[in-house]
């Protein structure tokens, strides 16, 4: 079955540890993204790809860096530098291009703070 | 810059009755698309329904419809026959033709009861 695969399901986060949440998608879409959502918040967006090997920040890249070496797979790290990052994280992938594509998502991971 | 602004965050109904969610944005785009997404409790995002701003026919999907009111920048969803399933948080998210980001508002949660 084609679809979005997010693991881990749960991270814990010791201080000063960059984590990395892994997004791999075979639905052989062009674009990426990644979300944050905070209770009350919606969903905020972190970084998207459009392409391999290029990336454009969102709205709150402050503390995260991200990757695209392959179309498949778009990890995202959560560095020291972020100092809130508790919260769900969603992948999601689209065929891009234009705003009528709808984004198809994972079922999420949960970043805690230890 | 583009915003959705859900302004009920939390509702209730009764099962089998019709419930409407609402939603307004705000752009300076003549040509871009609306989208209303579900997040059940087990957090997976699922795409309910897809309305073209330049489509003025309303779009249905079985219990799902829209009221899509473009002068006035209003997007509301129609859930008929309320089913316990529909228990989830419901974002109303807005996309440019020329872009593939799409913004979110921050969601109404809605709880159907037996």
């Known amino acids: 079955d084609g679809g979005i695969t997010q693991s881990p399901k749960y991270l814990f986060r010791k201080e000063g540890q960059n984590v990395t949440l892994s997004c791999e998608q075979n639905?052989?879409?062009?674009?990426m993204y990644w979300y944050r959502q905070d209770p009350g918040q919606g969903l905020r967006l972190i970084y998207y790809?459009?392409?391999?090997?290029?990336?454009q920040k969102g709205d709150i890249a402050e503390g995260y860096s991200v990757s695209r070496e392959k179309k498949e797979s778009f990890p995202l790290t959560v560095t020291s530098a972020q100092k809130n990052p508790t919260a769900f994280y969603l992948c999601?992938?689209?065929?891009?291009?234009?705003?009528?594509?709808?984004?198809?998502f994972g079922d999420g991971t949960r970043l805690s703070i230890l | 810059a583009q915003t959705v602004t859900q302004s009920q965050p939390e509702m209730s109904v009764q099962e089998a009755e019709t419930v409407t969610l609402s939603c307004t944005y705000d752009?300076?785009?003549?040509?871009?698309?609306l989208f209303w997404y579900k997040q059940p409790p087990s957090r997976q995002m699922i795409l309910v329904i897809r309305?073209?701003?330049?489509?003025?026919q309303n779009a249905t999907e079985n219990r799902f419809s829209v009221n899509f009111q473009k002068a006035a920048k209003s997007f509301s969803l129609k859930i008929s026959d309320s089913q316990l399933g529909d228990t989830a948080m419901y974002f109303c998210?807005?996309?440019?033709?020329?872009?593939?980001?799409?913004?979110f508002g921050k969601g109404t949660r809605l709880h159907i009861l037996p």
């Open positions: 999601a992938s689209s065929m891009g291009g234009t705003g009528n594509q709808p984004q198809h």
């Open positions: 790809s459009q392409i391999v090997n290029d990336f």
């Open positions: 309305q073209e701003a330049y489509k003025q």
């Open positions: 639905l052989n879409h062009d674009a």
């Open positions: 998210a807005f996309a440019m033709n020329r872009d593939d980001k799409i913004i």
């Open positions: 752009t300076s785009e003549n040509n871009y698309y």
